[in-house]
């Protein structure tokens, strides 16, 4: 003689998702989540395509049919984009980045040498600015590299201002010393001689 029972096993959805769907493959349940997470302007989400492609985005706007990106990474192609627009259709879904996901697609961003603003809503150049009393190297008009102490005075902001200052000895040696000496012989050239 069988024995039959009922057993009973309670746990949470995921909050922002929904139950799609329930099977029985063996002596498994499978429940598969669907997302309510609709991205919006500034988050870092994961598109999955209808190819199985994960795809991480950091929003600017979402379209009818699409998505405008900020910056975004397509994890098997490795293929990164700023500035871009992808087509979305009605298997593609979203979900909120994870950590690592959102680690992974600023440094991409870094890689370029850009970094996203979050208080002004955009992608700008990664520009290191030395903190005050940190030593930082410029190249003086005569070409060399020399060293100096951020106190915040006129001469160091003029040198941050155009980007004059770096972080070694070593980024300082790789500018082109001729193009940066005729970007401050212009800078200079628009203020009549005293």
């Given at each position: 003689m069988k024995n039959k029972y009922k057993m009973k096993q309670t746990f949470n959805i995921p909050?922002?998702?929904?139950?799609?769907?329930?099977?029985?493959?063996?002596?498994?349940?499978?429940?598969?989540?669907?997302?309510?997470?609709?991205?919006?302007?500034g988050?870092?989400?994961?598109?999955?395509?209808d190819t199985g492609q994960d795809v991480i985005i950091l929003v600017?706007?979402?379209?009818?049919?699409?998505?405008?990106?900020?910056?975004?990474?397509?994890?098997r192609d490795t293929i990164f984009n700023i500035n871009d627009e992808i087509p979305t259709f009605a298997n593609d879904t979203f979900r909120p980045a994870a950590k690592g996901e959102k680690q992974l697609l600023f440094s991409k961003l870094k890689e370029k040498g850009k970094r996203f603003n979050p208080d002004k809503m955009c992608i700008?150049?990664?520009?290191?600015?030395?903190d005050e009393g940190?030593?930082?190297?410029?190249?003086?008009?005569?070409?060399?590299?020399?060293?100096?102490?951020?106190t915040s005075n006129k001469i160091d902001e003029y040198r941050f201002s155009?980007?004059?200052h770096f972080k070694t000895v070593e980024a300082a040696e790789k500018?082109?010393?001729?193009?940066?000496?005729?970007?401050?012989?212009?800078?200079?050239?628009?203020?009549?001689k005293q």
């Open positions: 909050a922002g998702c929904t139950v799609g769907s329930i099977e029985q493959d063996g002596d498994k349940v499978i429940i598969e989540f669907k997302s309510e997470y609709t991205p919006k302007r988050d870092i989400c994961v598109l999955t395509t600017e706007s979402v379209l009818g049919q699409g998505i405008h990106t900020f910056a975004d990474f397509w994890t700008e150049d990664d520009v290191w600015m030395p940190e030593d930082y190297y410029y190249i003086e008009m005569g070409g060399a590299v020399e060293c100096d102490t951020n155009t980007g004059n500018v082109d010393k001729e193009a940066l000496k005729a970007h401050l012989k212009a800078f200079f050239d628009q203020y009549p």
